[in-house]
């Protein structure tokens, strides 16, 4: 049945032993077989931790994994099943379809009652489920007639249905650490599953290799086997530096345009240019251009940020960020980039206020609150039969015919004309904007410096 097989011999306990064979790739071969063989993710490991409570009590319970590539996620559904003595059933996210879910269900409930075996079901790239697959898969998990691992790249809250999110053990993943890299690669070099002491790895060969790797481990032990692989075809047992780097040419950007990765690095890119951190902002930039992303999106986003987190401190960053995106749409890639590295850097190192934002907030605040009272008379249209006689617009004064054009009378409705959301900051430009949106506000509203002190609330 397409999408869906069974791993393991029927009796073997559910592991991932039959793909463990001599040509079999290095990464699959190193599978940790235990929790305590696992690197990397202490949290999940530790003494008390509910990974660990699972698979030693043998709970059924049904786990979400979450985390970038080569952190565990298969190895950790494979653990539950063997040292459970489970079934080990994999659906394949990409392949399967509803009926695939249910069939595969329907089995597990079947060996359940039959033998009071129990089955791990393990669904990888559970995102790429659609809602009603992933609706499938509800019954098995509320009967506990499988246990459920679903792993995921993606932000399970934005890609994992809440229901099947409520009834799941949500357990993060995280990257190894450079250490937990030299540690896979070492148990590599020694294991007899692995490479068994044939090859040794000079040490500015395996620090290419682990800074290629980016903490992922099954990355790292691919490149581990091209690398040895390449030292045995010129007769050698020594991978150096030279070997690694011909072996590997360089690593892929790790950065999914569809995942959670994507998220992450816009995130980091945005926090960088509000910080002011031009060279932080400029490594995130590369790697998004590096990683294929739509330039117009990146465009979009500086012309988000132009307005939330500069504002009036810095009139003309709007204006940089629009003749960015406009030079995006004209010219494309790969000479935007430097239009993208232009806009990025002078939007870093601009000024910064969100007085915008929160002047903008405030309002909706006030008017999804209920306070919207009747437009002020004095303001309604008048250019209609009839609006005399309902005293429209009687009492407007017009602008341009008061001193310095600005005219003292009440504009906001009744239940927010003391409202003052716009609060400008001390910062670039919004400096001068303050001093004189204060002298104007008075001056609207009659009020102690305005126009009552004559020319010293004279606005500039």
Known sequence: MDGLFEVGPPTGGGSLAANTHASAPLAVRMRPRTLDELVGQEQLRAPGAPLRQLIENDQSMSLLLWGPPGTGKTTIASIVSQQTDRRFVEVSAVSAGVKEVRAAIDAARAQLVATGRETVL?????????????????????????????????????????????????????????DGVRAVMAQALVDERGLGGRFTVDEDALEHLVRLAGGDARRSLTYLEAATGAASSRGSDVVDLATAETAVDQAAVRYDRQGDQHYDVTSAFIKSVRGSDADAALHYLARMMEAGEDPRFIARRLLILASEDIGLADPGALQTAVAAAQTVALIGMPEAQLTLAHATIALAVAPKSNAVTTAVGAAVADVRAGKIGPVPAHLRDAHYGGAKKLAHGKGYKYSHDEPYGIAEQQYAPDVVADAEYYQPTALGAEAAIKERWERVRRMIRGTAGGRARGGAGRPR
């Open 122 to 178: 393990f669904v990888d790239e559970v995102h790429r489920f659609s809602k009603a697959q992933q609706d499938a898969l509800l019954p098995g998990v509320e009967n506990r007639w499988v246990t459920l691992v679903a792993a995921t790249t993606e932000n399970p809250f934005f890609s994992v249905i809440s229901p099947l999110l409520s009834r799941s053990l949500l357990l993060r993943l995280e990257s190894l650490t450079d």
